[in-house]
């Protein structure tokens, strides 16, 4: 962030830091949003007489709830869970479930506010929302796993509905526990209601390329931004941080279009193979064994395992945060910059700083933000609704190739609009003035509700 907020939108801004104190991820989400939208307001004087930023920052609705459950060794556990329905102008409220011990509602509101825009960005009639728990699932056993999934969907399921509200995965939900979320809905509701959440498995109304839907869309994202400077990733040196559902992905798609990821992490260290990530090896270790990314070197002559540090001093072409947010921060995007990376992309939510971002900015680095880059998971998910409403099931080609589609068109739409708005080249001011739009205009045209 370039140091001050925007004058015309700074009362809004005081006002969001009043009302959410503490909430320090939700207010850097918001900061970056507001400091886009100063031009807009500059044309649209009827957002601001009728105080549309300002009902975009509040959420429709916070639910907070306790989930008592038992351990395998009989004792009883108590954890918060949290789903925010932050905004339906679009449709159904839609965003993911991060079962994570960061978990707190500033979090969860960071993640729901930014899923607004991405929702939009997409084009799919979904509004955004985003929910989880502070429970940590590591190290715990499917039995435990299961008996939290069914304490937690036991308070939710009366908030949820194909029409309502939609969730899916994130951070530490997968199929696994969609499966037993969706197994509770279903046995208190006695609805077999597919639509009420996406990222089910592939023989009870999954989708195909749901699962590799925002690692490739990622990818797709970042070639889409290089043709513009005419560049592909043939030859191209790639880190991605992280090695769950998106960062596996990402690395898959990256392969295929002709780059090479050669690092990758966990949040005990990273792992670097100038020989380029093996993935059969490295889905074997996280996906079959649940394993750390240490175990990857341990398996592969042509890797080192580093505890601790900073992936991001691995020299690359292009960097792809793909863990968490403020992963990234302004040193380690000096570093990044000074060893000659050109691109990076945001598989995860905000894990660039905003000191981060100002170094690439000032760099000529190409940076495309999180909710544009990393929204092919909710729109291949929007797919999966699709699918079941009609009762369908399309192939993994197809899927893959709107998924592409979608993909180019977010770029391109974020690239104009930059430009339309006289930034060219700054993704991170297209993505969200985009996403405001077409929100704003909903929200307009629905009154004041
Ligand atoms: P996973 O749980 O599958 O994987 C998360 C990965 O990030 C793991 O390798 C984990 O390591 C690492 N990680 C998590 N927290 C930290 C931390 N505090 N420090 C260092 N490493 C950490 O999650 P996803 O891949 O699904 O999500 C990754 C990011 O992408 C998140 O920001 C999420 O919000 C975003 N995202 C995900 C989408 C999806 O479809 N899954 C859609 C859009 C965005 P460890 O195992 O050691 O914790």
């Known amino acids: 962030m370039n140091g001050e907020v925007p004058a015309s939108v700074q009362a809004i801004y005081d006002e969001v830091l009043h009302r959410n104190a503490g909430e320090t991820e939700f207010h850097q ?63 159904p409220y839609k965003g993911g479930l991060r079962f994570h011990p960061s978990v707190n509602l500033g979090i969860v509101k960071f993640l729901g506010f930014e899923q607004i825009f991405k929702n939009a960005l997409t084009g799919m009639p979904i509004g955004g929302g985003k929910g989880g728990s502070d429970f940590d699932p590591k190290g715990r056993s499917d039995a435990e796993i299961m008996r939290f999934c069914q304490s937690f969907m036991t308070e939710l399921y009366r908030h949820l509905g194909e029409y309502t509200d939609v969730p899916a995965g994130d951070i530490g939900v997968g199929a696994r526990e969609i499966g037993y979320l969706f197994g509770q809905y279903k046995r ?71 780059g090479t990821a050669v690092a990758c992490s966990d949040s005990s260290g990273y792992v670097v193979d100038d020989k380029g990530i093996d993935l059969e090896l490295l889905k074997q270790i996280k996906e079959v064994e649940r394993g750390r990314i240490a175990d990857y070197a341990q398996r592969r002559e042509s890797a080192d395992f580093v505890a601790g540090g900073s992936i991001w001093d691995v020299p690359c072409d292009v960097a792809m945060p793909s863990a968490t947010q403020n992963e990234l921060d302004g040193d380690a995007a000096a570093v990044l910059a000074g060893n000659g990376c050109r691109y990076v992309v945001e598989g995860a939510n905000m894990p660039a700083t905003p000191e981060a971002v100002d ?4 760099a000529g680095v190409g940076f495309a933000p999180g909710k544009a880059a990393n929204a092919g998971g909710v729109a291949t998910s929007a797919l999966e609704m699709q699918q079941n409403a009609s009762r369908d099931r399309w192939t993994f080609e197809h899927s893959e190739a709107r998924l592409a589609e979608i993909m ?20 991170v001011l297209g993505a969200n003035v985009a996403g405001f739009l077409q929100v704003a205009e909903a929200v307009h045209a629905h009154g004041l509700i």
């Open 359 to 362: 170094v690439f900015r000032e």
């Open 188 to 258: 208190i509701t006695n609805r077999y209601e597919s639509g009420v959440l996406t990222g089910k498995g592939l023989g009870w109304g999954g989708a195909l390329v749901r699962t590799e839907a925002t690692g490739y869309g990622a990818a797709f994202f970042a070639e889409a931004m290089m043709k513009v400077r005419g560049e592909s990733f043939d030859g191209k040196r790639v880190v991605v941080s992280g090695s769950g559902n998106v960062a596996v992905y990402g690395i898959e798609k990256v392969h295929q279009l002709g």
């Open 408 to 427: 180019r068109d977010i770029h391109a739409r974020c690239h104009e609009t930059a430009e339309e708005y006289g930034s060219p080249g700054d993704l």
């Open 29 to 91: 989400a918001v900061r970056e949003v507001l400091e886009s939208l100063a031009v807009v307001l500059d044309r649209h004087s009827e957002y601001t007489e009728m105080k549309t930023v300002q009902r975009i920052c509040e959420p429709e609705r916070q639910i907070i709830f306790r989930v008592p459950w038992q351990d395998d060794r009989g004792e009883v556990q108590i954890n918060r869970g949290f789903r925010v329905e932050f905004n339906s102008a679009l449709g």
